[in-house]
């Protein structure tokens, strides 16, 4: 089911499993895309539980049934910092949906004081190129797959006050899909048959 307001959503630790089972529900491609090769289960695995959730920032779109459909992860080490390309699944709403959970990653890594975003991704990754290209980032050779940086300027003064309404309104979002499915629920439960 497609929606019809994407809402971006800080991912809290609680939504770890969650989480997993997005990446693990990768196909190949798009795991391999995400992850900048093919992997594994248990590296996907390792890969979640290892992340900081309390550090980190966890970006993602739901869709109405509050299914994980794009992810993306940003490490925030110092003043440098790194971006997981946006994750996918294929059958899903277009990659329109990334770019406003991109452009919600990059407000939270300015608004922290980054000044350098690097994001890794596959030359062929079409999609995370025109993102990062889209927000002025720079391709730098590194190995046999360019990465893409950012230099980050300062944030505008009401930088903060507009992440924290994107992350009220995303809440709300959330509250209002999960009190649906609920009463869908309950609607099934009562009707005879």
Not at 151 to 178: F, G
Request: with cysteine; proline share 6%; aromatic share 6%.
């Amino acid at each position: 089911m497609k929606t019809a307001t994407p809402s971006t959503i800080r991912l809290p630790e609680s939504d770890r499993a969650a989480l997993e089972a997005h990446f693990l529900a990768l196909d190949g491609a798009d795991r391999r895309l995400r992850f900048g090769s093919p992997v594994r289960d248990e590296v996907v695995r390792g890969y979640v539980a290892r992340i900081n959730f309390a550090r980190d920032g966890l970006f993602a779109v739901q869709d109405d049934d509050l299914r994980l459909r794009r992810v993306v992860h940003v490490c925030v080490r110092r003043r440098v910092c790194r971006a997981r390309p946006v994750g996918a699944r294929r059958p899903c709403a277009a990659w329109a949906w990334a770019a406003p959970l991109f452009a919600r990653a990059v407000t939270h890594l300015r608004n922290r004081g980054a000044t350098e975003v690097f994001v890794h991704c596959l030359s062929e990754n079409a999609a995370m190129m025109h993102l990062a290209r889209k927000h002025g980032m720079r391709v730098i050779p590194a190995g046999t797959e360019p990465r893409r940086a950012l230099r980050s300027t300062r944030p505008p003064p009401h930088s903060h006050y507009l992440e924290w309404l994107q992350d009220n309104q995303a809440r709300a979002v959330q509250a209002v899909r999960h009190n649906l499915r609920l009463s869908r629920a309950m609607l099934g439960m009562l009707s005879p048959g």
